[in-house]
Protein backbone atom coordinates (compact mmCIF):
# COMPACT_ATOMS: atom_id res chain seq x y z
CA UNK A 1 0.00 0.00 0.00
CA UNK A 2 2.89 2.36 0.93
CA UNK A 3 4.40 1.97 -2.89
CA UNK A 4 1.13 2.51 -4.42
CA UNK A 5 0.39 5.70 -2.51
CA UNK A 6 3.77 6.71 -3.61
CA UNK A 7 3.01 5.93 -7.05
CA UNK A 8 -0.08 7.73 -7.00
CA UNK A 9 1.98 10.77 -4.96
CA UNK A 10 4.31 10.61 -8.11
CA UNK A 11 1.76 10.78 -10.18
CA UNK A 12 0.19 13.44 -8.86
CA UNK A 13 2.62 15.39 -8.97
CA UNK A 14 3.84 14.85 -12.41
CA UNK A 15 0.62 16.07 -13.68
CA UNK A 16 0.93 19.21 -11.99
CA UNK A 17 4.94 19.94 -13.08
CA UNK A 18 5.51 22.21 -15.34
CA UNK A 19 2.08 23.97 -16.02
CA UNK A 20 0.58 27.03 -16.59
CA UNK A 21 -1.61 29.27 -18.72
CA UNK A 22 -2.81 28.49 -22.06
CA UNK A 23 -0.61 31.17 -24.37
CA UNK A 24 1.29 30.79 -27.77
CA UNK A 25 3.84 28.28 -28.37
CA UNK A 26 7.42 29.87 -28.92
CA UNK A 27 8.09 29.73 -32.45
CA UNK A 28 11.70 28.07 -33.29
CA UNK A 29 14.53 30.22 -34.62
CA UNK A 30 16.70 29.63 -37.20
CA UNK A 31 20.19 30.61 -35.18
CA UNK A 32 23.21 30.77 -37.34
CA UNK A 33 26.21 28.11 -36.82
CA UNK A 34 28.62 29.38 -34.49
CA UNK A 35 32.13 30.84 -35.58
CA UNK A 36 33.78 30.12 -32.80
CA UNK A 37 34.11 26.37 -33.45
CA UNK A 38 34.71 24.65 -30.68
CA UNK A 39 37.94 22.39 -30.10
CA UNK A 40 37.02 19.47 -27.95
CA UNK A 41 39.53 16.62 -27.32
CA UNK A 42 38.39 13.44 -28.08
CA UNK A 43 36.06 11.23 -24.93
CA UNK A 44 32.86 12.09 -24.18
CA UNK A 45 31.75 15.60 -22.37
CA UNK A 46 29.29 16.52 -20.30
CA UNK A 47 27.12 19.68 -20.99
CA UNK A 48 24.40 21.47 -18.68
CA UNK A 49 21.66 23.58 -20.02
CA UNK A 50 18.68 25.02 -18.27
CA UNK A 51 15.67 26.35 -20.26
CA UNK A 52 12.63 26.24 -18.20
CA UNK A 53 10.44 23.31 -17.66
CA UNK A 54 13.36 20.42 -18.11
CA UNK A 55 10.97 17.78 -20.07
CA UNK A 56 11.30 19.37 -23.06
CA UNK A 57 15.19 20.46 -23.11
CA UNK A 58 15.55 16.64 -21.94
CA UNK A 59 13.56 15.25 -24.39
CA UNK A 60 15.15 17.54 -27.27
CA UNK A 61 18.76 16.49 -26.13
CA UNK A 62 17.39 12.99 -26.13
CA UNK A 63 16.75 13.17 -30.03
CA UNK A 64 20.26 14.71 -30.86
CA UNK A 65 22.35 12.03 -32.63
CA UNK A 66 26.30 11.86 -29.79
CA UNK A 67 24.05 12.49 -26.80
CA UNK A 68 24.54 9.75 -24.90
CA UNK A 69 22.63 10.57 -21.77
CA UNK A 70 20.45 12.96 -20.71
CA UNK A 71 19.18 13.69 -17.14
CA UNK A 72 16.88 15.92 -15.70
CA UNK A 73 17.42 17.98 -12.58
CA UNK A 74 18.67 21.46 -10.90
CA UNK A 75 21.95 23.19 -10.87
CA UNK A 76 22.82 25.39 -8.32
CA UNK A 77 21.20 25.67 -4.99
CA UNK A 78 21.91 23.47 -2.25
CA UNK A 79 21.32 19.21 -1.58
CA UNK A 80 18.51 19.95 0.84
CA UNK A 81 16.69 21.72 -1.24
CA UNK A 82 17.01 19.99 -4.60
CA UNK A 83 13.42 18.39 -4.16
CA UNK A 84 11.04 19.18 -7.17
CA UNK A 85 7.93 19.90 -4.91
CA UNK A 86 10.80 22.45 -2.59
CA UNK A 87 12.27 24.08 -6.33
CA UNK A 88 8.90 24.78 -7.54
CA UNK A 89 8.02 27.36 -4.84
CA UNK A 90 10.53 29.78 -5.73
CA UNK A 91 12.24 29.73 -2.70
CA UNK A 92 15.40 28.16 -3.56
CA UNK A 93 18.28 28.67 -6.02
CA UNK A 94 18.10 26.04 -8.46
CA UNK A 95 17.37 26.22 -12.04
CA UNK A 96 15.47 23.26 -13.48
CA UNK A 97 18.21 21.81 -15.92
CA UNK A 98 19.46 19.36 -18.06
CA UNK A 99 22.57 17.62 -17.55
CA UNK A 100 23.88 15.61 -20.89
CA UNK A 101 26.72 13.49 -22.20
CA UNK A 102 28.09 14.00 -25.57
CA UNK A 103 30.22 12.72 -28.09
CA UNK A 104 32.14 15.60 -29.74
CA UNK A 105 33.30 13.14 -32.77
CA UNK A 106 29.59 13.38 -32.94
CA UNK A 107 28.00 16.88 -32.01
CA UNK A 108 29.98 19.44 -30.73
CA UNK A 109 29.69 21.91 -27.86
CA UNK A 110 28.65 24.85 -30.26
CA UNK A 111 26.37 22.60 -32.31
CA UNK A 112 24.67 22.02 -28.76
CA UNK A 113 24.25 25.28 -28.29
CA UNK A 114 22.92 25.92 -31.94
CA UNK A 115 20.47 23.31 -31.16
CA UNK A 116 19.50 25.25 -27.51
CA UNK A 117 18.88 28.38 -28.79
CA UNK A 118 17.32 27.86 -32.20
CA UNK A 119 14.68 25.22 -31.16
CA UNK A 120 14.73 24.80 -26.99
CA UNK A 121 14.68 28.43 -25.34
CA UNK A 122 13.98 31.83 -25.67
CA UNK A 123 17.13 33.67 -24.97
CA UNK A 124 15.03 36.99 -24.37
CA UNK A 125 12.82 36.06 -21.84
CA UNK A 126 14.00 36.25 -18.09
CA UNK A 127 12.92 34.02 -15.03
CA UNK A 128 10.54 32.37 -17.38
CA UNK A 129 9.53 30.16 -20.41
CA UNK A 130 6.51 29.96 -22.07
CA UNK A 131 3.69 29.37 -19.54
CA UNK A 132 6.24 29.03 -16.97
CA UNK A 133 7.38 31.69 -14.56
CA UNK A 134 10.05 32.08 -11.87
CA UNK A 135 13.82 32.00 -11.59
CA UNK A 136 13.92 28.38 -11.34
CA UNK A 137 13.06 28.50 -15.09
CA UNK A 138 15.84 30.86 -16.01
CA UNK A 139 17.89 30.07 -19.09
CA UNK A 140 20.90 29.24 -18.70
CA UNK A 141 24.31 28.11 -20.13
CA UNK A 142 26.29 26.14 -17.20
CA UNK A 143 30.02 25.55 -19.14
CA UNK A 144 31.84 22.78 -17.62
CA UNK A 145 35.31 23.61 -18.67
CA UNK A 146 37.24 26.52 -20.34
CA UNK A 147 36.48 25.73 -23.55
CA UNK A 148 32.69 25.23 -22.95
CA UNK A 149 32.73 28.31 -21.48
CA UNK A 150 34.82 30.27 -24.13
CA UNK A 151 32.43 28.80 -27.22
CA UNK A 152 29.58 30.08 -25.19
CA UNK A 153 30.44 33.66 -24.33
CA UNK A 154 31.35 33.55 -28.10
CA UNK A 155 27.92 32.31 -29.14
CA UNK A 156 25.70 34.40 -27.32
CA UNK A 157 27.71 37.71 -28.54
CA UNK A 158 27.52 36.17 -32.03
CA UNK A 159 23.58 35.68 -31.05
CA UNK A 160 23.28 39.37 -29.60
CA UNK A 161 24.58 40.94 -33.05
CA UNK A 162 22.53 38.84 -35.15
CA UNK A 163 19.25 40.77 -35.14
CA UNK A 164 17.18 37.39 -34.48
CA UNK A 165 15.62 38.48 -31.51
CA UNK A 166 14.05 42.04 -31.18
CA UNK A 167 14.76 41.90 -27.40
CA UNK A 168 17.97 41.71 -25.64
CA UNK A 169 19.60 38.06 -24.99
CA UNK A 170 19.27 37.61 -20.97
CA UNK A 171 20.40 34.25 -21.57
CA UNK A 172 23.18 33.95 -18.60
CA UNK A 173 26.32 31.90 -18.26
CA UNK A 174 26.75 30.34 -14.63
CA UNK A 175 29.23 29.06 -13.05
CA UNK A 176 28.93 25.55 -12.63
CA UNK A 177 27.61 25.25 -8.44
CA UNK A 178 26.81 21.55 -8.08
CA UNK A 179 23.49 19.36 -10.39
CA UNK A 180 20.90 17.07 -8.86
CA UNK A 181 19.13 14.68 -10.79
CA UNK A 182 15.55 15.20 -10.18
CA UNK A 183 13.13 12.72 -8.97
CA UNK A 184 12.78 9.33 -10.96
CA UNK A 185 9.29 10.14 -12.81
CA UNK A 186 10.82 13.41 -14.32
CA UNK A 187 13.06 11.18 -15.82
CA UNK A 188 12.31 10.57 -19.84
CA UNK A 189 9.27 11.90 -18.85
CA UNK A 190 8.67 12.57 -22.69
CA UNK A 191 8.92 9.15 -23.31
CA UNK A 192 6.78 7.81 -20.56
CA UNK A 193 4.13 10.08 -21.24
CA UNK A 194 3.83 11.27 -25.17
CA UNK A 195 0.02 12.12 -24.82
CA UNK A 196 0.56 14.10 -21.33
CA UNK A 197 -1.19 17.56 -22.43
CA UNK A 198 1.66 19.75 -21.10
CA UNK A 199 4.25 17.81 -23.75
CA UNK A 200 1.71 17.93 -26.68
CA UNK A 201 1.32 21.47 -26.39
CA UNK A 202 5.10 23.01 -25.09
CA UNK A 203 7.57 20.10 -26.02
CA UNK A 204 6.54 18.05 -29.19
CA UNK A 205 6.64 20.99 -31.00
CA UNK A 206 10.12 21.76 -30.46
CA UNK A 207 11.10 17.97 -31.21
CA UNK A 208 9.48 18.09 -34.57
CA UNK A 209 11.31 21.76 -35.02
CA UNK A 210 14.46 19.74 -34.30
CA UNK A 211 13.90 17.23 -37.35
CA UNK A 212 12.97 19.84 -39.24
CA UNK A 213 15.92 22.00 -39.03
CA UNK A 214 18.92 19.82 -37.95
CA UNK A 215 17.90 16.45 -39.85
CA UNK A 216 21.63 15.73 -39.53
CA UNK A 217 21.42 15.88 -35.80
CA UNK A 218 18.03 14.70 -35.62
CA UNK A 219 17.49 10.85 -33.95
CA UNK A 220 14.19 9.27 -33.57
CA UNK A 221 14.58 7.37 -31.26
CA UNK A 222 14.21 8.80 -27.64
CA UNK A 223 17.26 8.00 -25.78
CA UNK A 224 16.26 6.77 -22.66
CA UNK A 225 18.66 7.84 -19.79
CA UNK A 226 20.22 4.44 -17.88
CA UNK A 227 21.88 6.15 -15.44
Known amino acids: ?20 PAIAAEEPVDAPAATRIAKEPKGLKTAVFAGGCFW ?26 AKYDIVVTGVTDHAEAVRITYDPAVVRYDELLRIFFSVVADPTLKNRQGPDVGAHYRSAI ?20 SGLWAKPIVTAIEP ?3 FYPAEGYHQDFMAKNPRHGYILRW ?12 PTHYRAAFLRDAG
Open 203 to 214: DKPKVEALKTMF
Open 176 to 178: YKA
Open 56 to 81: GVEGVFSHVKGVKSAVSGFHGGNAAS
Open 142 to 161: VPMNKEQAAVARAYIAQLGK
Open 1 to 20: MRQFAALLLAGSLALSACAG
